[in-house]
């Protein structure tokens, strides 16, 4: 192993915003509204306020796999650019106290529903519509048991094995190790879960597909950080079998393109108010073979 300098941590810990490499800029060490913005409201009763990172991609691609099975879904989507500082705004915070994205509203009921964690999200929404989140007991827990397992895992692979491999400052062995370690087990968790059923948690297409796909499907289709001859994604055979049925989806191609804002400008969709919107996006993506 190379040789690191050794850090001594000092005996009260205090916050020198250089050290945080690519998010330093939005990275701090206490809660609460940095700045007064109020959240822009559409039309429809559900607002969605995200951006189409792993987590955010969960969110709309519920809210889409809902429409194309013809529940009244409808939504607006706002962007939430997390570089800029827009989870601090205090119209964000007051829906999410942790200004992390994704956060809804909805206000269809007497009162306004706010909703913050993406996992959180998508419960309500299959209860709400009865979608995607059987009654049964036992397929509800095996169901409950997956999307809490992408909930407490996801954070090793995007806080440690994307922040190390990619955007910290500075390359180092011992973390890139560590976490590339713990994602290949989880990756090998996967695919012994699908060598035996077609999707995560059974026989059925569930939210809990919606929430791993966006993480680990982005990982071995190559999408995500780079990393999957890194990381060895084709000896996941069962795995990747999944994430291609997944990514085939044509709800998921569409929630997907939801306040996306990397790429060429015309394959980005900051807002999105109607299906139209997201129609032109697509049609330019699959053109290019982007999608």
């Known amino acids: 192993m190379s040789a690191m300098t050794e850090y001594v941590p000092p005996k009260v810990w ?64 706002w962007l939430i650019d997390i570089g800029k500082g827009d989870q601090f705004g205090s119209g964000f915070v007051s829906i999410n106290p942790n200004s992390k994205i994704p956060a809804m509203v909805d206000y269809g009921s007497s009162e306004p529903i706010r909703l913050f964690e993406s996992g959180s999200i998508l419960v309500y929404l299959a209860d709400k ?7 049964d007991a036992a397929k509800r827990a095996e169901t409950m048991n997956w999307l809490f397992w992408q909930m407490g895992s996801a954070p090793f692979v995007g806080g440690g094995f994307g922040h190390f491999y990619v955007y910290a400052p500075e390359k180092l062995e011992y973390p890139i190790n560590r976490y590339a370690m713990e994602t290949k087990r989880q990756l090998d968790v996967l695919d012994r879960q699908l060598a035996e059923h077609e999707y995560v948690s059974g026989s059925d297409y569930t939210i809990a597909d919606m929430a791993i796909f966006p993480w680990y499907g982005g990982i071995v289709l190559g999408r995500t950080y780079n990393a999957a001859e890194f990381l060895d994604v084709g000896s996941y055979k069962n795995l990747l079998r999944w994430a291609e049925q997944i990514d085939a989806r044509e709800p998921v191609k569409r929630g997907r393109c939801v306040n996306a804002t990397g790429g060429p400008e015309d394959e980005q969709l900051a807002e999105r108010h109607s299906a139209a919107d997201i129609d032109e996006v697509l049609a330019i993506r699959k053109a290019r073979g982007t999608v």
């Not at 969605?48 to 809210?63: D, E, F, R, Y």
């Not at 519509?129 to 009654?135: E, G, I, P």
């Open 129 to 135: 519509f009865d979608a995607f989140l059987s009654r």
């Open 14 to 77: 205090t916050w020198d915003q250089s050290n945080g490499g690519a998010f330093a800029s939005t990275n701090r060490p206490i809660a609460g509204a940095t700045h007064e913005a109020e959240l822009p409201r559409g039309q429809h009763r559900l607002q969605l306020h995200s951006l189409a990172t792993p987590n955010g991609q969960k969110v709309s691609i519920m809210l889409e796999e809902l429409l194309a099975a013809g529940h009244d879904a409808e939504y607006d989507a």
